[in-house]
């Protein structure tokens, strides 16, 4: 029974000095009111009970007791029945530790909202849905579940995967062709180290993108080669020009961030230049599940499993905060991608994997989706008819899928507006962030076939961002800072 009680005790590190026997009980309030003065152990923390930290220490009982009734009766705790013992809250601030003060700098100022593209509303997340499925998950996982296990992920998430991807995304594969990882930027990395270590030089990307995909690129050793876009999307015929290009990373279903997909006729155009050159095109399908006003595109993948790579992501459609993505190899490139991992990389969460298979063989993915395709579509749709009302003079594109929408503004007033939305408290990006910047060892503008047309003044609006009660007010904040009508 003694055992058992103390191991009921929460932990408590402290330092005792070297003591006598007589000295047992001072040396232990000395170095409790050390651990409370320095702010170790806040305000209102429950100590130990003198029982567990007594066996904990290898101390008798009544010492600990003595110690702590010392501190009581100074004020440095409190004790009362059902309550256990706490440090006292006290009045005074603890004084932080001696070292170098904080910059006098005023912090930057707080946006108050949100319209920043790349999140979905985690407000949304489905908290009680994802709850059961973990406890269904957990209870049916066998024991060497939570060991290593595969660097490729769990075979139950594979295998879920596997026919889900089939099913909503035109996806064709098999479990052994999958590979689990923490997010899309990490899958991204393993396929710039396994392009690199097959003899690539360079990848060709979108003139527009995100510029953190393109630093990682080049920090594996390739070079980034942009590729100019028009009405059907991207130039996908100037990689005939790049003999010194073997990949290209393309967001087909739902550019981002001009929002439009790539035509039919370039779908296959970059599929047949991948064959008849052994390319590869890797196929970012961010947001692929998000869209209103057209019939689904489905994924580059299907036309081609060999020489396409598809990577999907929870990130868009539950959180980012799970990190938890994936990649539809070709059967060659499988070996490679996972020597590519170094051990801190290898294990993906093993709870997270379990859950995510039985959200989505239990329906409960498919739900979500649907449900958070309706209230995005209604957003969307509530962002249009504001502009139609008190702008509109400013073309909104990029609308009939995802989660942000482009706004055209005019000629040389992008900068003007994104200083507007900071004096209102509006996070917002201007289109120009998204322009590629060649950067050292990548092709710039001017450098041939792939350089970039002149960047037009826009917004990126990421009305997917914010919760539905401050979708409003950020709404209104946007509509103050566009330019007036000429």
């Given at each position: 029974?003694?055992?058992?009680?103390?191991?009921?005790?929460?932990?408590?590190?402290?330092?005792?000095?070297?003591?006598?026997?007589?000295?047992?009980?001072?040396?232990?309030?000395?170095?409790?009111?050390?651990?409370?003065?320095?702010?170790?152990?806040?305000?209102?923390t429950?100590?130990?009970?003198?029982?567990?930290?007594?066996?904990?220490?290898?101390?008798?009982?009544?010492?600990?007791?003595?110690a702590?009734?010392?501190?009581?009766?100074?004020?440095?705790?409190?004790?009362?029945?059902g309550?256990?013992?706490?440090?006292?809250?006290?009045?005074?601030?603890?004084?932080?530790?001696?070292?170098?003060?904080?910059?006098?700098?005023?912090?930057?100022?707080?946006?108050?909202?949100?319209?920043?593209?790349?999140?979905?509303?985690?407000?949304?997340?489905?908290?009680?849905?994802?709850?059961?499925?973990?406890?269904?998950?957990?209870?049916?996982?066998?024991?060497?579940?939570?060991g290593?296990?595969?660097?490729?992920?769990?075979?139950?998430?594979?295998?879920?995967?596997?026919?889900?991807?089939?099913?909503?995304?035109?996806?064709?594969?098999?479990?052994?062709?999958?590979?689990?990882?923490?997010?899309f930027?990490?899958?991204?990395?393993?396929?710039?180290?396994?392009l690199?270590?097959l003899?690539?030089?360079?990848?060709?990307?979108?003139?527009?993108?995100?510029?953190?995909?393109?630093?990682?690129?080049?920090?594996?050793g390739?070079?980034?080669?942009?590729?100019?876009?028009?009405?059907?999307?991207?130039?996908?015929?100037?990689?005939?020009?790049?003999?010194?290009?073997?990949?290209?990373?393309?967001?087909?279903?739902?550019?981002?961030?001009?929002?439009?997909?790539?035509s039919?006729?370039?779908?296959?155009?970059?599929?047949?230049?991948?064959?008849?050159?052994?390319?590869?095109?890797?196929?970012?399908?961010?947001?692929?599940?998000?869209?209103?006003?057209?019939?689904?595109?489905?994924?580059?993948?299907?036309?081609?499993?060999?020489?396409?790579?598809?990577?999907?992501?929870?990130?868009?459609?539950?959180?980012?905060?799970?990190?938890?993505?994936?990649?539809v190899?070709?059967?060659?490139?499988?070996?490679?991608?996972?020597?590519?991992?170094?051990?801190?990389?290898?294990?993906?969460?093993?709870?997270?994997?379990?859950?995510?298979?039985?959200?989505?063989?239990?329906?409960?993915y498919?739900?979500?989706?649907?449900?958070?395709?309706?209230?995005?579509?209604?957003?969307?749709?509530?962002?249009?008819?504001?502009?139609?009302?008190?702008?509109?003079?400013?073309?909104?594109?990029?609308?009939?899928?995802?989660?942000?929408?482009?706004?055209?503004?005019?000629?040389?007033?992008?900068?003007?507006?994104?200083?507007a939305?900071?004096?209102?408290?509006?996070?917002?990006?201007?289109?120009?962030r998204?322009?590629?910047?060649?950067?050292?060892?990548?092709?710039g503008?001017?450098?041939?076939?792939?350089?970039?047309?002149?960047?037009p003044?826009?917004?990126?609006?990421?009305?997917?961002?914010?919760?539905?009660?401050?979708?409003?007010?950020?709404?209104?904040?946007?509509?103050?800072?566009?330019?007036?009508?000429?």
């Open positions: 029974m003694e055992e058992s009680r103390a191991a009921t005790g929460s932990d408590l590190h402290l330092d005792l000095p070297a003591r006598g026997t007589a000295g047992v009980r001072a040396a232990l309030s000395a170095a409790l009111r050390e651990a409370v003065g320095s702010g170790r152990l806040a305000p209102g429950r100590l130990p009970s003198s029982r567990s930290l007594a066996t904990d220490l290898g101390l008798a009982r009544n010492t600990v007791a003595d702590y009734g010392e501190l009581v009766a100074e004020g440095w705790l409190t004790a009362r029945q309550s256990g013992t706490r440090v006292a809250l006290r009045a005074d601030p603890v004084p932080p530790p001696a070292g170098r003060s904080a910059p006098a700098a005023r912090a930057p100022r707080r946006r108050v909202h949100n319209l920043l593209p790349g999140s979905p509303d985690l407000s949304a997340f489905p908290r009680a849905a994802w709850l059961t499925a973990a406890r269904r998950a957990l209870a049916a996982a066998p024991a060497d579940a939570f290593y296990g595969d660097p490729a992920g769990r075979r139950e998430l594979r295998d879920a995967l596997t026919h889900y991807l089939a099913r909503a995304r035109g996806v064709r594969t098999i479990p052994e062709r999958i590979v689990v990882c923490a997010g930027v990490q899958g991204l990395m393993l396929l710039s180290r396994a690199k270590a003899g690539g030089a360079a990848v060709a990307v979108d003139s527009y993108g995100l510029d953190l995909h393109w630093s990682l690129i080049r920090g594996e390739l070079r980034t080669v942009p590729l100019p876009k028009d009405e059907q999307g991207t130039r996908v015929g100037e990689l005939e020009h790049r003999p010194d290009v073997r990949a290209v990373l393309l967001t087909p279903a739902h550019h981002f961030p001009t929002g439009m997909p790539l039919p006729e370039r779908r296959s155009a970059v599929v047949d230049w991948a064959r008849r050159t052994g390319g590869l095109v890797l196929e970012d399908d961010y947001d692929g599940e998000f869209r209103y006003d057209r019939q689904p595109v489905g994924a580059l993948q299907g036309l081609d499993p060999d020489r396409v790579v598809h990577l999907g992501t929870a990130s868009k459609s539950l959180a980012p905060g799970l990190r938890l993505a994936w990649m190899l070709p059967q060659h490139l499988v070996g490679e991608v996972l020597a590519a991992k170094n051990p801190a990389e290898e294990m993906t969460g093993t709870p997270d994997q379990l859950t995510l298979a039985e959200f989505v063989t239990g329906g409960g498919d739900r979500h989706l649907r449900s958070m395709r309706l209230r995005y579509r209604r957003r969307r749709d509530r962002l249009v008819a504001a502009l139609a009302e008190r702008a509109p003079h400013i073309p909104v594109t990029g609308i009939a899928a995802g989660l942000h929408a482009v706004l055209e503004l005019p000629p040389g007033t992008e900068e003007s507006v994104l200083r939305a900071a004096r209102e408290s509006l996070a917002l990006e201007g289109l120009g998204y322009r590629h910047d060649p950067g050292p060892g990548g092709a503008p001017g450098g041939g076939a792939g350089a970039a047309a002149p960047a003044d826009g917004l990126v609006v990421g009305y997917g961002t914010p919760p539905d009660h401050a979708f409003p007010a950020a709404l209104d904040a946007l509509c103050r800072v566009l330019p007036p009508a000429p």
